[in-house]
């Protein structure tokens, strides 16, 4: 037991080093954060909150690529990169590159739920072997499992729907709000404890599908913050 907490403290310390030296190696200084507008909430009280989440999963995409802004921000410092993003959310699979802001790659990555591959990294950033598996995580934190289960329990407030879905090592929250039932946050806690959240923010119908033009991605067991911002339409 205590050899597991000595492993887990190197692991911590690992990913807190890259965190670190990719903020200040590879990225630019740029805007403290960006703002998103706040979704209207309307009354929940005479919706079904299976209905919800049904209408919900009718209209979001499954498959789709998208060039975005990114700020990073960690340790009190600001950064900024751009994204291009190509979700399959059907057989969850990714791939990601990131560029500075003069437009130089600094890294790309593809991955699944069995692993990630690295396919390029500047020479900064190629000896760390965490850098696929943190970028990994917040993909799939961010635009994957998107859904309750249908039993998941719900607690029913007049602006919101909360549910809860258990996992092996915590539980997710899913509140649901608007006009539409849309999404607006994901919640995960471990020993009652948030570890991260991801909240959207102004969605929009394009190509018959709502897309948050906004996202907001919070670790707080690290402590840093990814704010995404949607550039023009998704991707052909």
């Known amino acids: 037991m205590q050899h597991h907490g000595i492993v887990k403290k190197e692991s911590d310390e690992t990913v807190k080093k890259y965190i670190l030296l990719f903020v200040i190696t590879v990225l630019n200084f740029g805007c ?19 209905s919800v989440v049904e209408h919900f999963k009718e209209n979001i995409p499954v498959n ?13 410092r600001t950064f900024t990169g751009i994204g291009a993003i190509d979700i399959d959310s059907k057989n969850r699979t990714f791939k990601v590159a990131c560029l500075n802001p003069m437009g130089v790659k600094l890294f790309e990555i593809s ?11 500047v020479a900064a950033l190629a000896k760390y072997e965490e850098l696929g598996a943190t970028v990994g995580n917040d993909i799939r934190r961010i635009y994957f499992d998107l859904l309750p289960s249908q039993n998941a329990p719900v607690w029913k407030r007049k602006y919101q729907f909360v549910y809860q ?8 929250e899913y509140v649901f709000a608007g006009r539409e039932g849309d999404l607006m946050e994901k919640r995960y806690y471990e020993d009652h404890l948030l ?5 959207y923010y102004e969605y929009q119908l394009q ?30």
């Not at 403290?32 to 299976?50: K, M, N």
């Not at 789709?64 to 009190?76: A, D, R």
């Not at 570890?195 to 909240?199: A, E, G, L, R, T």
């Not at 599908?209 to 052909?236: A, H, M, S, W």
Request: charged letters at 15%; glycine letters at 10%.
């Open 32 to 50: 403290a954060t960006i703002p998103f507008q706040e979704t209207t909430l309307v009354s929940l009280e005479t919706s079904d909150p299976l």
């Open 64 to 76: 789709f690529q998208l060039l975005t802004t990114v700020v990073f921000e960690y340790n009190g």
């Open 195 to 199: 570890m991260w959240c991801v909240s």
């Open 111 to 121: 991955g699944n739920d069995l692993g990630v591959m690295t396919t390029y990294a």
């Open 165 to 172: 879905q258990f996992t092996r090592s915590g539980y997710m």
């Open 207 to 236: 190509q018959g599908k709502r897309f948050p033009q906004g996202i907001i991605f919070d670790n707080y067991q690290y402590g840093y913050r990814l704010t995404v911002r949607q550039k023009g339409k998704p991707l052909e």
